[in-house]
Structure formats: C-alpha cells, structure tokens
C-alpha cells in the first residue's frame, strides 16, 4: 500500500511558476514509477510526466515536455512537478500517482496508487 499526498497548488498568473509536491509513503515506495496526471473541467485525466526513484530516467507527455520538471528528494520521499511559464489553460487538478511497473505508463488505468489532488488555477 502506497499513500501519496499532494501540495503546492494555488492560483497564479499567467507566466508564473509554481512547484508542486508529492510526498510518498507505505512499504517498497521506492520501488514505484512515481507520475504526474492533471484533469480539467469536463476533460480527461492526462498524463504529464514521469519518473523512476533511481532518478535516472523521465518520461515527459510532448505538451509539456520543456516547461514542466520532474524530480524528486530521496530522502524525503517527495517528488516534485515545477510549472513554468503557466497559461490558463494549465488550469486543472494536479495529481500525483504510483505505478511499480514502469515509468513507460501514460494512461490512468495502468497507476495503482492516486494522492488526492492538489488544484492549480492560473489567471490571465
């Protein structure tokens, strides 16, 4: 079992950064592909980005890839998304998720683990 708990969101303007956190317990977390999902209103959940605890590799959705950053804090446990250069269409829930596959997983279906979700609104 793997819990995740999400934080870091807020509202900001567009062209802000922001950086959202996961910190990540329960047995073998370190074992688990760690992502990043957002869901707007009405829309799908969507894969954003990916990583493996060893850190060595990501996987990035091409939407994102170049302005947002994954990474993670050992010894914290915590994996981390920043946001830059935000419009408002980033507007949406950031989640976190747990998968012990692969970080090759960009569907909702193919994670175990879900923190709750942390809302991030970005005005114009």
């Known amino acids: 079992q793997v819990q995740l708990v999400e934080s870091g969101g807020g509202l900001v303007q567009a062209g802000d950064s922001l950086t959202l956190s996961c910190a990540a317990s329960?047995?073998?977390?370190?074992?688990?592909?760690m992502g990043w999902f957002r869901q707007a209103p009405g829309k799908e959940r969507e894969f954003l980005a990916a990583?493996?605890?060893?850190?060595?590799?990501?996987n990035y959705a091409a939407s994102v890839q170049g302005r947002f950053t994954i990474s993670r804090d050992n010894a914290k446990n915590t994996v981390y998304l920043q946001l830059n250069r935000l419009k408002p269409e980033d507007t949406a829930i950031y989640y976190c998720?747990?998968?012990?596959?692969?970080?090759?997983?960009?569907?909702?279906?193919?994670?175990?683990?879900w923190g709750q979700g942390t809302q991030v609104t970005v005005s114009s």
């Open positions: 998720a747990a998968n012990p596959r692969t970080i090759r997983a960009t569907t909702e279906g193919e994670y175990d683990y």
């Open positions: 329960g047995r073998n977390v370190n074992s688990y592909a």
């Open positions: 990583m493996a605890w060893s850190g060595l590799s990501t």
